[in-house]
């Protein structure tokens, strides 16, 4: 009676970028539909559109429930999350089948499930997904203010990342950034629309320096603009590269930047392949250092 009470509630709400906050409790989707909502996150809008149009057969620019779950395997399997896998996708197949409704389900086609998802509906739904998770993380790190301090803007940036110069980067930005010093909220979207486009901006960069070298300021801004159509202000450039400026050049390795935004766009579920000698050493590296915290956990002294 609960789920029906909720899947009602749900036929009955309005589309929007408050959708999911609206629902509060009653809200209930597949573990596949978590992972499909957080490749929704990940991937920009050029993606996901292709995608779509594979399914549109008739050219109608609309789908059936049906072909909605293919759609969920078409893009879950180019996605590299950790949880994502076969024992997910026979999970989507089973919910078809068995007649399962979700909020996603009811939401796209009806509490029947006879209604057509439109090209137009989808995407709308996508970037009001993208818009309500990014005012949620920017009210969650702002402590509920209308800026983000850049301390703060930091912390979401390094929130899932654990590369070995992490505590470089803080150090950058006790040294670096004033107190005081913010970024609005709509800095902060345009910057989450960047990290979107993480691949078209890695192959900008490539266009436009010498492999490996450092980035310079107009070349990191100019690689933004060709691969999302749009400008990071000044503010949050600046902010960037206090940060992940390494050694005060005024440049910052983008490879190791783009290592942290993977990290940060992917909500940590993302498995980096390590591949190689060079890979064995960084593994046994990174567990030695949890041995050595973990023994100096139990015994209050340092193991050196």
């Known amino acids: 009676k609960e789920v029906d009470a909720a899947l009602l509630y749900v036929a009955k709400a309005k589309p929007g970028p ?22 929704i996150l990940t991937k920009p809008q ?57 909020v996603l389900l009811v939401h796209f086609f009806g509490k029947q499930g006879k209604e057509k998802l439109r090209f137009s509906e989808f995407f709308r739904f996508m970037e009001n997904l993208q818009t309500e998770v990014q005012e949620m993380e920017f009210i969650k790190f702002s402590k509920g203010l209308n800026v983000m301090r850049k301390e703060d803007f930091a912390a979401w940036l390094l929130y899932f990342t654990d590369e070995e ?28 629309k960047f990290t979107n486009n993480l691949e078209d901006f890695s192959i900008a960069m490539q266009m436009f320096t010498v492999a490996n070298r450092p980035v310079k300021r107009a070349e990191f801004k100019r690689a933004v603009k060709v691969a999302t159509g749009q400008n990071l202000s000044d503010n949050v450039l600046d902010t960037i590269f206090k940060i992940f400026d390494l050694d005060g050049d005024d440049c910052l390795s983008h490879s190791e930047f783009l290592g942290v935004l993977r990290n940060r766009i992917h909500r940590g579920l993302r498995v980096p392949q390590q591949q190689g000698i060079q890979g064995f050493w960084k593994c046994v590296k990174k567990e030695s250092i949890k041995e050595v915290k973990e023994l100096w956990k139990q015994t209050g002294k340092s193991p050196f």
């Open 165 to 192: 110069n992490n505590e470089i980067y803080w150090q950058n930005v006790k040294d670096r950034i004033e107190a005081g010093e913010n970024i609005s909220l709509e800095e902060f979207k345009t910057f989450c």
């Open 46 to 102: 050029t993606g996901l559109q292709i995608a779509f149009k594979m399914l549109d057969a008739d050219g109608n620019e609309q789908v059936e429930k049906k072909e909605f779950f293919k759609l969920q395997r078409i893009i879950g399997k180019e996605d590299d999350l950790k949880a994502a896998g076969d024992e997910t996708v026979l999970r989507e197949t089973e919910l078809d089948s068995c007649g399962v409704n979700t």
């Open 18 to 39: 408050t959708f999911f906050r609206e629902l509060g409790d009653k809200g209930l989707i597949s573990y596949a539909e978590y992972l499909f909502l957080l490749t």
